[in-house]
């Protein structure tokens, strides 16, 4: 009997071997760190999206106090993102010159400034001074910190860290709705000035926080400082082996070789400050490229024109319109508003790297369309009713809760995370501006121009043009976007260039699944 002891032994340890072969493989615990750091970073969306709902109730004071027209107001209130266009394409070439790091410092320290002039204005001129330069602030924000955030998160977590700017911007307009109320009970003089001054506050805190952040390892191997990245992706990597493999993909990207293990590099000028990148994103595109920019600027192009700015910075003259005419009410449904852009970013943040930036994105805007639809028929019956309608009021109060949700929880995030990974490493920065600007200049023209389309054709007339864009839009991302969930950087670029991407990536399933049986089949007979 105790000779059959050890057998025993013997016939079991291959068993177990065996059955671990089939044991789940377990998900890499999230990186804190690199979390930590996409955290410091997207905070300065936080400046763009107080400004656009802080400015959602201040300017219905400013025209009390200041006695401005419609048409004042209008300009006033979207001429921000104009000149952040300014901004995003500075910002583009300053952080290839200065670092990602330095750049989302220097746009805090833009914005302070903005916000200080905006609440000690005395006249119009005064505010579109400040308004000048808090965009050129904004500008810098909305492009630095997506790429940043993509570049330093590892393949896992990439949409979930991504998607952080568009959670702060919302939460940025929520404390602005908020902002808006407290300070209504202040005096006419005082209040609006509160209301845009305070948003200096946050500025300061935020460009303190981010001298704590690394830089970005992809931009430190631009400048040939081979061994400060390789810290940086042992701290943000899932693995070691993880933080190898994306160094010699970025070493490849950036044209030095893979054999190259030096702690410093001597790299081209053209290569390091991002010297010809114009000439290649636009004047002689390949056509991967080509393909890359057109989904870059679209995804921004039809995030803009659906209206959404139009719903978050008029929602007071919206709600005045279905019939709400109190301003107390007004702002109050505002903030619910708010609310509803908040809790819904959350369900696209932490989807995105389960079930991919597609399936979210024509979903969102499938909800997007309907709800336009909704809302411009429900203002159109109050327009057209001699009486009010109680239900259409609570019909556009609830088409707009819905629209803002469908879009937090899809395209607002996703244009931000799909425009900052799919540019190649050398063209990333200013192909990431490029979105940005077209971004902030339809956000402009929408912002500014929606008082008085909704003069021409009627409210209700806009927000079914809106629809029918909308709808437009769901057509161009089903055609053109491919999916990028799970991808590193370096891998994203090989889904472009080929309208047949789908049949393409369907190949590419196909041969890791052969793959994966053959490699259990040898598992299989080694454990015979």
Request: glycine content about 10%; aromatic content about 10%.
């Amino acid at each position: 009997m105790a000779a059959d002891a050890p057998m025993s032994d013997a016939s079991d340890q291959p068993q177990a071997c065996f059955l671990a072969d089939f044991d789940p493989v377990k998900k890499p615990k999230r990186n804190k760190f690199a979390f930590a750091c996409a955290i410091l970073a997207s905070m300065t969306s936080i400046l763009l999206g107080y400004d656009i709902g802080v400015m959602s109730g201040a300017i219905i004071y400013i025209k009390k106090d200041l006695h401005f027209s419609d048409v004042q107001m209008e300009i006033l209130a979207g001429i921000i993102n104009v000149y952040s266009l300014l901004g995003s394409f500075v910002a583009g070439r300053t952080s290839d010159r200065i670092g990602r790091r330095y750049t989302i410092v220097l746009a805090g320290a833009i914005f302070f400034g903005g916000a200080l002039l905006m609440g000690f204005a005395t006249n119009y001129s005064f505010l579109m001074a400040g308004r000048f330069v808090a965009g050129i602030g904004v500008g810098f924000a909305l492009m630095i910190a997506p790429v940043y955030t993509a570049e330093v998160s590892p393949a896992s977590t990439r949409g979930f860290l991504t998607s952080f700017p568009e959670v702060f911007i919302n939460a940025g307009v929520l404390l602005g709705y908020i902002s808006n109320y407290a300070f209504s009970k202040l005096p006419l003089y005082l209040g609006w000035r509160m209301m845009l001054g305070v948003g200096a506050v946050p500025s300061v805190f935020l460009a303190l926080g981010v001298l704590a952040m690394p830089e970005s390892p992809r931009w430190l191997v631009m400048q040939g400082r081979l061994a400060e990245a390789r810290k940086v992706l042992d701290r943000t990597s899932d693995s070691k082996e993880e933080a190898s493999l994306r160094l010699s993909e970025i070493k490849s990207a950036a044209g030095i070789p893979e054999t190259c293990t030096d702690d410093t590099v001597q790299v081209s000028g053209r290569s390091s400050h991002g010297a010809g990148v114009w000439r290649e994103l636009l004047i002689h595109p390949t056509p991967t490229v080509r393909h890359i920019v057109i989904a870059g600027i679209g995804i921004h192009f039809f995030q803009q024109v659906s209206g959404i700015d139009a719903v978050v910075l008029y929602s007071p003259r919206i709600f005045e319109k279905a019939g709400i005419n109190s301003y107390d009410q007004q702002l109050l449904a505002t903030v619910a508003v708010g609310f509803s852009k908040t809790i819904f970013i959350l369900v696209s943040t932490f989807m995105l790297d389960r079930v991919g930036r597609r399936p979210l994105l024509l979903a969102s805007v499938a909800g997007m369309i309907v709800s336009l639809f909704t809302l411009a028929t429900g203002l159109t019956l109050i327009d057209y009713s001699s009486h009010k309608i109680t239900w259409a009021v609570v019909l556009c109060i609830v088409a707009t809760l819905s629209f803002v949700g469908s879009f937090s929880a899809g395209l607002g995030p996703i244009a931000w995370v799909y425009s900052s990974e799919i540019f190649p490493l050398r063209l990333r920065a200013q192909g990431a501006s490029m979105g940005v600007a077209a971004n902030r200049l339809l956000s402009g023209v929408i912002s500014m121009t929606f008082l008085s389309l909704s003069s021409a054709i009627t409210i209700g007339g806009a927000f079914y043009l809106f629809a029918g864009i909308a709808t437009v839009s769901w057509v161009f991302f089903y055609t053109l976007l491919p999916e990028t969930q799970g991808k590193t950087l370096e891998e994203i670029q090989e889904l472009f260039g080929n309208l047949n991407w789908k049949r393409d990536l369907e190949k590419v399933k196909m041969e890791e699944r052969k793959a994966g049986d053959v490699t259990r089949e040898v598992q299989l007979g080694g454990s015979k």
